[in-house]
Each structure stands twice: as structure tokens, then as C-alpha cells.
């Protein structure tokens, strides 16, 4: 049995043990007719809705404001300021209330997308007084994809920001590809504006956390730990399973994974876009891995004083090695940019001093600034023949020669010159 097989084969394994888990607790029978089947009836809420182009189904979720989804105050919400989104997403959402803000995600019939891929359940957060609110447009068969779709419009028509985690790559473009293919327009055109947690949260936490999964920063941000969720690889299985079975008890777990993402999404949306928007005071930022992602990106948006700061505060904050030395190698080139050389002189003899990656490429610099701007060859091709006693290459051995041939041509005694 080969790799592929081996793999299907713990895929469908797992798929049984969920079935198991679910077959007592939600007895059904063959649906015979093959009329699509009342989920209802099967353990999960909701109701039949009815379109001008057919029916499917919904169910919502409700987590009152008084509730905590691990650290996160689901109340506070409701209370974040209406230009949150502002700075990270560089000035183009609008400042409108959080109460028009849309929480989309996806639970789809595949992983890689593609024109045969449908989005069999659609879940949209949103923010009320009353707390959050998750409302859930499933389809129990291929052909009530289009009253899905109808009622989805229907439903964003009032919300002015999209909020997505990963949406402007895989959950967007797959809902737009159905519209089109149902002969249909898509509803994100008229929005004002599409936020894409998944940018800001890697910027602030991927040199902090192996994975910036959803999953991985709603544990390890917020401190929530679920207990029997389905993995995401399983999904488009379990739905495969109901189209077959017309068991709708296995697909619970799915309706409550999808909504546990969207109020995670929203929580997390509450923090990420805080960091962004004063980044240099923001009480968040502690560990020196994050103050290090945010100095990186205030230094992309133009602001280098400011970004100096940061990275300093991120090494005086603590970093692990690898990261330590690539930031005290980024600050030196800083430093020289906004004319600080005395800093920069400084932070590459660091560097010079001990060994780490950019070691040679201090020295080399070193070399540089005793030949350019300290008009001082014989200091240069000290540190040049320091480097070439940790890595002989030929671009040092061209320097040293160089700068030999410029001593001697500036020096009429070229023989007491101990260098020489």
C-alpha cells in the first residue's frame, strides 16, 4: 500500500469513528425517495427557507454579550470603535459601526478549490447589542445551491465590510465562482470594503507561533481550547457521507466548528487591528516576536524613526537567537538610513564580535566604512583579513587586493608598512 493509499484509508477510518459517535445519538433511516431530507429531524436546528429559486436550509447560532469565548468579552464587541479597521487596512474600510461589519467563512465539498468545488454551508457573524450572531445557509443537496446563494445576497445586503480569515484567496473566489456559474452576481462588488485577518494576524504573530491557523491563535491568543472538533481535512467527507446517507446528525460538529471560526474571527478582530493602530504604545505588545513583526511593517509603510524604536524595543524584549541577530543586522541598516552611523558603527561591531549569520557581512561593512567614509584603507584591510580568517571567498580576496594596490600607490614606503 503506498503513501496515497495509506492515507485515505486513516481518512475514511476517521470518518467511521465520527459516524459512531453520532449514530445513537441521532437514529435516522435511508431517505428512500431521495427528496432532500429535514436536518431538523436529525438533531440540527433550524428551518426550511424558501426562495424564488427553490429552498435550503438555515440555523443561527447566538453567544449573548455576557458570555466569554476564552479571554475575549463578547459584549465588547458591540463596543469597538467604528475606524478600527482603518490603519490595518491602510486607510481603504470606511469608519462605519461594528454592527455593519460581516464575518464570512466557508465549510466547502473540497480543500483546493477549483469550479467543482461548492460551499455547502455559508456562515456569517455578526454584531448585535445583544451579543454575536451566526447565521448558517446550508445546502442539503447540489440543487438548492442557487436558493443558497439568493438568500446569501439577500442576507449581506445591509453590511458594508467583509471580514474574512484567509476569504480574499479561497473563500471569496470560490462563493464568486458559484455565483457565476448559477448565472448570478456576486454580492462583495457593492461592499465598500474586504479585511482579511489573515494578513495583520501573520504580520503581528508568525515569528512568534509555528502556525497562524485560525485554530492554532484562537488556543494560543485567546486561550480557548475546543474539545471534539471535527478537523477541517474531514469536512468535505462528512458532507460527501450525508449526500450518500442522508444522515445529518455527523454534520453537527461541522455546523458548530464553522461558527466556533467566526467567533473567533470576530474576537481575534477585536485584538489585531488595535496593534495596527498605534502600534508604538499598544499595550498588547509584549513579546519581543511581535513588537519585531510590527516594526518590519511600520517600517514598510514609511515611518523609519518609528520603526527603529520598535525593533529596539523588540530586542530589549527578548529574542531567540536567530531572530536576535537578523534584528540587530536590520537596525545597523536602519541606522544608516536615517544617519545614525555612530549606531550603526555600533551595532556592527556587534555583530563583528562574535559568531552568528551575519558576521562576515558586518565585517565587510566595517571595511566599507573605513575605506568610504573614514578615509582609512589600512583600518579597511584590517577588517577585511578579519573576515578572511572566518571565510576565505573571492569577493574579500578582491577587496584585499584592491586595497593593497591603493596603499601602495598611496605610500612611497610601501615596505615598512607591516599590513603590506
Known amino acids: 500500500m503506498n503513501d496515497l493509499q495509506e492515507q485515505l484509508q486513516a481518512l475514511r477510518e476517521r470518518v467511521a469513528r465520527v459516524n459512531q459517535r453520532f449514530s445513537e445519538k441521532y437514529k435516522t433511516s435511508e431517505n428512500v425517495s431521495g427528496d432532500a431530507p429535514d436536518p431538523h429531524e436529525h438533531g440540527l436546528s433550524g428551518q426550511q427557507v424558501d426562495t424564488e429559486h427553490g429552498s435550503h436550509w438555515e440555523s443561527e447560532m447566538f453567544y449573548a454579550s455576557h458570555r466569554r469565548h476564552g479571554s475575549a468579552d463578547v459584549g465588547a464587541l458591540a463596543d469597538l470603535p467604528h475606524d478600527l479597521l ?4 491602510e486607510g481603504a474600510a470606511p469608519a462605519v ?47 438548492e445551491e442557487a436558493s443558497l446563494l439568493a438568500a446569501l445576497s439577500e442576507h449581506l445586503a445591509p453590511f458594508r465590510v467583509l471580514i474574512t480569515y484567509n476569504g480574499r484567496t479561497f473563500d471569496q473566489p470560490l462563493l464568486e465562482t458559484r455565483y457565476r456559474m448559477n448565472r448570478t452576481r456576486p454580492p462583495f462588488a457593492r461592499m465598500d470594503h474586504h479585511v482579511d485577518l489573515l494578513y495583520g494576524a501573520r504580520r503581528l504573530w508568525k515569528l512568534r507561533f509555528e502556525s497562524c ?18 478537523p477541517g481535512s474531514m469536512i468535505p467527507a ?22 466556533l471560526d467566526i467567533l473567533t474571527l470576530a474576537c481575534l478582530t477585536g485584538i489585531v487591528p488595535q496593534v495596527f493602530q498605534n502600534p508604538a504604545e499598544a499595550p498588547l505588545l509584549r513579546h519581543g ?4 513583526g510590527m516594526a518590519r511593517w511600520v517600517l514598510q509603510t514609511g515611518d523609519a524613526a518609528e520603526a527603529r524604536t520598535l525593533f529596539e524595543r523588540a530586542v530589549n524584549s527578548g529574542l531567540p537567537d536567530p531572530l536576535l541577530f537578523r534584528t540587530l543586522w536590520e537596525m545597523t541598516a536602519l ?81 615598512d608598512d607591516p599590513l603590506l
Not at 482603518?86 to 487596512?89: P, T
Not at 469550479?115 to 455559508?122: D, E, N, Q, S
Request: proline share 5%; charged share 30%.
Open 97 to 143: 459601526p461594528p454592527s455593519e461589519w460581516a464575518f464570512l467563512d466557508t465549510e466547502t465539498t473540497g480543500l483546493a478549490g477549483g469550479t467543482g468545488t461548492c460551499a455547502f454551508l455559508v456562515g456569517v457573524g455578526r454584531i448585535t447589542p445583544e451579543g454575536f450572531r451566526v447565521r448558517q445557509f446550508f445546502m442539503r443537496d447540489y440543487g
Open 289 to 292: 516576536a511581535e513588537i519585531l
Open 335 to 415: 541606522d544608516r538610513k536615517l544617519g545614525e552611523h555612530e549606531k550603526a558603527l555600533a551595532g556592527l561591531t556587534d555583530l563583528a564580535g562574535s559568531p552568528n549569520p551575519y558576521r562576515i557581512r558586518a565585517l565587510e561593512e566595517l571595511a566599507k566604512h573605513e575605506e568610504h567614509r573614514g578615509k582609512n584603507p589600512a583600518r579597511a584591510l584590517e577588517w577585511t583579513r578579519t573576515a578572511l580568517g572566518h571565510e576565505d571567498t573571492p569577493e574579500l580576496r578582491h577587496r584585499e587586493q584592491r586595497l593593497l594596490r591603493r596603499l601602495q600607490k598611496s605610500r612611497s614606503t610601501a615596505g
Open 238 to 259: 462528512l458532507y460527501f457521507d450525508y449526500i450518500r446517507t442522508r444522515r445529518a446528525g455527523p454534520l453537527q460538529p461541522v455546523f458548530e466548528h464553522n461558527a
Open 86 to 89: 482603518g490603519a490595518i487596512s
Open 213 to 230: 491557523r485560525l485554530v492554532e491563535l484562537e488556543t494560543q491568543v485567546l486561550g480557548y481550547e475546543r474539545v471534539g472538533d471535527v
